[in-house]
């Protein structure tokens, strides 16, 4: 049998990114293949549930659906090589796989969809090649781009916020930037979980499409490097003439990514409590069974949620799946000594992330099948 993995994925998927890059990290043998092969229809989607991207499918033809599920296949059986061992940099590294997956949402379909002069053959191009050659080949794909703009929109990106939401990237992007000069990876001189999180829109969406590739060379030279060397096998940091080879000694957090974390901060937070609320007064009006599926096409639709930020009124999906991610964090939390847990509350209170600590929703998520369900 051969030991290589196949990864579902496509180029352009912001989700693939992630689990491409820690395939290619940890030098995980795969091939590449687009959902449009028979195969996937086939073979995989009855294992895997949801024709969703990235899946993998293991040498033994196991079947994982997601790329969180993907790497957390990998870290379980490798005993977690891109897990920081101490407290301070675990609870960062979880945090930025929550942000990099749910919380940039908006400006990757921003700069994606609302920059067709410089983006729309380019994006046009992937979107109709990751699809078999049928006569309906086309019309699929005018459908699933325009499905794709309206998913820009709903994640709260109007004509009225566009603006704000570039403010808040450009910032962002420029903190990024400054930590990047220190060190090639977030917690130091290899990735943690959080890089792979974080790289999820800011490959396929935000350092790929022309627009905000463009500006992310131009504007944030050592972002875009790391984005190149989060798909390489290899370190690939020549420009530190004097790197380490592992993640920072002493669980240190430097100060230039608590920087980054009190621009994204600003969003996330207010954003992160608005949609729990609206989620929690679903649940208790619904009341789904347990099983039933929190996350993806399955999922009942819960509706928008609105918050203010910088004075503006945003209207966003109240998405389960940030919370599926976020209680990673909160267990990290839950799990140390009390003196760890302050060091903890210290550390997030100087970024305005703590209240990441206690926003929950009533109802657990947990994965079974392939699925995110709600727990009893």
């Avoid at 939401?165 to 917690?187: G, M, S, V």
């Avoid at 208790?284 to 609105?306: F, Q, T, Y």
């Avoid at 509350?345 to 305005?352: T, V, Y």
Wanted: net charge negative; aromatic share 10%.
């Amino acid at each position: 049998m051969s030991q290589i993995h196949t990864l579902y994925a496509i180029t352009h998927s912001l989700y693939s990114g992630r689990a491409r890059s820690y395939l290619i990290k940890n030098q995980i043998p795969f091939r590449e293949l687009s959902t449009g092969h028979e195969s996937f229809k086939v073979e995989v989607l009855p294992k895997g549930k949801l024709a969703t991207i990235p899946t993998l499918v293991t040498p033994a033809g196991e079947v994982i659906r997601d790329g969180a599920a993907i790497i957390e296949h990998f870290e379980v059986a490798n005993g977690r090589p891109c897990q920081p061992a101490g407290p301070r940099q675990q609870i960062i590294s979880a945090l930025f796989d929550v942000i990099g997956t749910d919380g940039l949402l908006r400006p990757a379909m921003h700069y994606r969809w609302n920059f067709p002069e410089d983006n729309l053959d380019f994006i046009r191009y992937h979107f109709l090649y990751s699809q078999r050659d049928t006569p309906q080949r086309e019309e699929k794909t005018e459908a699933m781009m325009n499905r794709m703009r309206h998913a820009g929109m709903i994640f709260g990106v109007t004509e009225q916020t566009s603006e704000m939401a570039e403010t808040l990237y450009l910032e962002y992007l420029d903190a990024l930037n400054a930590h990047f000069e220190q060190y090639p990876y977030l917690l130091g001189w290899r990735p943690c979980i959080g890089d792979f999180g974080l790289i999820a829109p800011m490959y396929a969406h935000l350092g790929r499409d022309p627009h905000p590739a463009r500006l992310m060379q131009q504007r944030a030279t050592r972002v875009y490097r790391w984005v190149e060397r989060m798909n390489r096998a290899d370190q690939d940091a020549p420009e530190f003439f004097n790197a380490g080879t592992d993640l920072l000694p002493d669980d240190e957090v430097p100060e230039t990514l608590l920087a980054v974390l009190r621009v994204l901060s600003e969003d996330f937070v207010p954003e992160t409590r608005a949609a729990a609320a609206f989620i929690n007064t679903w649940l208790d009006e619904n009341k789904p069974e347990a099983g039933e599926p929190a996350v993806g096409r399955l999922a009942h639709s819960i509706g928008m949620a609105e918050f203010t930020l910088r004075g503006e009124t945003i209207n966003a999906l109240a998405q389960p799946h940030r919370f599926y991610l976020l209680q990673r964090v909160q267990a990290i939390y839950a799990g140390l000594s009390p003196v760890e847990q302050a060091s903890i509350e210290q550390l997030l209170g100087g970024c305005g992330m703590s209240e990441i600590l206690t926003i929950k929703l009533d109802r657990e998520i947990v994965r079974e099948e392939n699925l995110e369900v709600w727990r009893a």
